[in-house]
């Protein structure tokens, strides 16, 4: 059965360091997402790219963060100088088209950033 | 911004018996999904109902969507300790298609 997969699945920093985490979503789906999850918290949307562009972004993503889908499988978050708080469960998710309506995720990216 | 109350926060019974679990806004939503997340991991998605007043069934789980697209609850029949898991719910909206979580129903079924 398709599957988005995420790598790495823990990713240990330094506090001001650069972060990129990875994301195949599923092959035929057009629609990509980012949320995280601060433990203990519920998930929370980052980012919606669809088109190669970023189509909705919440307040959370601001500067420091970035995406992209370098090539036609992989996309990417990438976190510029990594804080404290942005310690958390990563998730990836993706779907089908205009016409689906279910987003189906990643195991999730573990970051700690100490 | 539109919030989703989830109910109860946690929950914990005995094998055997029937549960409902809820999830509430003040908001319309296109859809609303529900998911199991296991510590660790990603959610998983169990269902997702569309249309006011719909049902669905998935073996013992039974799903249902306020008719005013606001509401959804959760109805597990014989729970099983295999049951036991985080419950979420998420509403989505906007032509992004944007999920809004909320917090969960932690259900632990005791053997």
């Known amino acids: 059965e398709p599957e988005v997969t995420q790598t790495p699945s823990h990713q240990v920093t330094q506090m001001g360091q650069e972060v990129i985490l990875r994301c195949v979503p599923i092959s035929n789906h057009l629609y990509f997402y980012w949320y995280r999850q601060i433990l203990g918290q519920k998930v929370e949307f980052l980012v919606s790219?669809?088109?190669?562009?970023?189509?909705?972004k919440s307040e959370i993503f601001d500067d420091q963060f970035s995406v992209e889908r370098p090539d036609g499988s992989n996309f990417t978050l990438k976190i510029r100088s990594t804080k404290l708080e942005d310690s958390a469960m990563y998730f990836c998710a993706s779907k089908l088209g205009t016409g689906g309506i279910e987003l189906f995720f990643g195991e999730g990216s573990r970051l700690t950033v100490l | 911004t539109q919030l989703l109350e989830q109910s109860p926060q946690f929950l914990s019974i005995q094998e055997g018996e029937n549960l409902t679990v809820y999830c509430n806004s003040s908001?319309?939503?296109?859809?609303l999904q529900w998911y199991r997340q296991e510590p660790g991991e990603g959610p998983v998605l169990l269902v997702t109902v569309v249309t006011g007043g719909e049902v669905k069934k998935l073996k013992r789980l039974t799903f249902q969507f306020g008719d005013a697209r606001k509401d959804s609850s959760l109805h597990i029949t014989a729970a099983q300790t295999g049951d036991t898991g985080l419950y979420l719910c998420a509403g989505a909206g906007g032509s992004n298609y944007k999920l809004t979580f909320g917090k969960g129903t932690l259900l632990t079924v005791n053997p």
């Open positions: 908001s319309v939503f296109s859809s």
């Open positions: 790219f669809y088109n190669n562009e970023i189509s909705e």
